[in-house]
């Protein structure tokens, strides 16, 4: 079992800038793909970023790219999520995701373990 805990949400104004963080603890962390996915109020839960096991790899989705940096600091077991330049669609509740089959198959949902959530919200 991995418990993943995210942190860092809150209001900001368009333009502005968040880090999300997400702790894990259990089994042994640094060998999980981790990323990032959000759901928007009345929307599906979409894939957002990853990160691969050894931090070398990293892949975004379109609406991210240039704006969201993923990164993982194994020695702290903390993955984070710098967002910049933020837009107003970019609220929802941001999630961390775990995965063993690495970063390709997280991003289209082979996620093992989520975390419970923080709530983003840009104001325009």
């Known amino acids: 079992q991995v418990q993943l805990g995210e942190s860092g949400g809150g209001l900001v104004q368009a333009g502005g800038s968040l880090r999300l963080s997400c702790a894990a603890s259990?089994?042994?962390?640094?060998?999980?793909?981790m990323g990032w996915f959000r759901q928007a109020p009345g929307k599906e839960r979409e894939f957002v970023a990853a990160?691969?096991?050894?931090?070398?790899?990293?892949y975004g989705a379109e609406s991210v790219k240039g704006r969201f940096t993923i990164s993982r600091d194994s020695a702290k077991n903390t993955m984070y999520l710098q967002m910049n330049s933020l837009k107003p669609e970019d609220t929802a509740v941001y999630y961390c995701?775990?995965?063993?089959?690495?970063?390709?198959?997280?991003?289209?949902?082979?996620?093992?373990?989520w975390g419970k959530g923080t709530l983003v919200t840009v104001s325009s």
């Open positions: 990160i691969s096991w050894t931090g070398d790899s990293t």
């Open positions: 995701a775990s995965g063993m089959e690495g970063i390709t198959a997280l991003s289209r949902g082979g996620v093992d373990f």
């Open positions: 259990g089994r042994t962390f640094f060998s999980y793909a």
